[in-house]
Nanobody, 125 residues
Framework: QVQLAESGGGLVQAGGSLRLSCAAS????????MAWFRQTPGKEREFVAA????????YYADSVKGRFTISRDNAKNTEYLQMNTLKPEDTAIYYC??????????????????WGQGTQVTVSS
């Protein structure tokens, strides 16, 4: 079992930045692909970014490409999401997820096995 805990969310003005962290416990995340998803009320969970188990490959949703950067530090058992040039439409609850190392980085939420509790990001205009 892998337990995931997100932190770093908050309220920021449009154009600002936030850095989300996802700390894992229970098992090392070095064997897992990791991802970030987000969700707003009444909508399905939306893919944001994913990173391979080694960190060698990344994949982004078109809506965040060029603004967000996903990274991982396997030694610290932590995943990150650096969010720059934030927009009001980025407002959501952000979830980190861990999946099998073979998972396609563009996979939907169903292919990920472990989830954090989420952290709220609110971007004001």
């Amino acid at each position: 079992q892998v337990q995931l805990a997100e932190s770093g969310g908050g309220l920021v003005q449009a154009g600002g930045s936030l850095r989300l962290s996802c700390a894992a416990s229970g098992r090392t995340i070095s064997s897992y692909a990791m991802a970030w998803f987000r969700q707003t009320p009444g909508k399905e969970r939306e893919f944001v970014a994913a990173i391979s188990w080694s960190g060698g490959s990344t994949y982004y949703a078109d809506s965040v490409k060029g603004r967000f950067t996903i990274s991982r530090d396997n030694a610290k058992n932590t995943e990150y999401l650096q969010m720059n040039t934030l927009k009001p439409e980025d407002t959501a609850i952000y979830y980190c997820a861990a999946g099998p190392r073979w998972v396609d980085l563009s996979s939907p939420p169903d292919n990920y096995n472990y989830w954090g509790q989420g952290t709220q990001v609110t971007v004001s205009s």
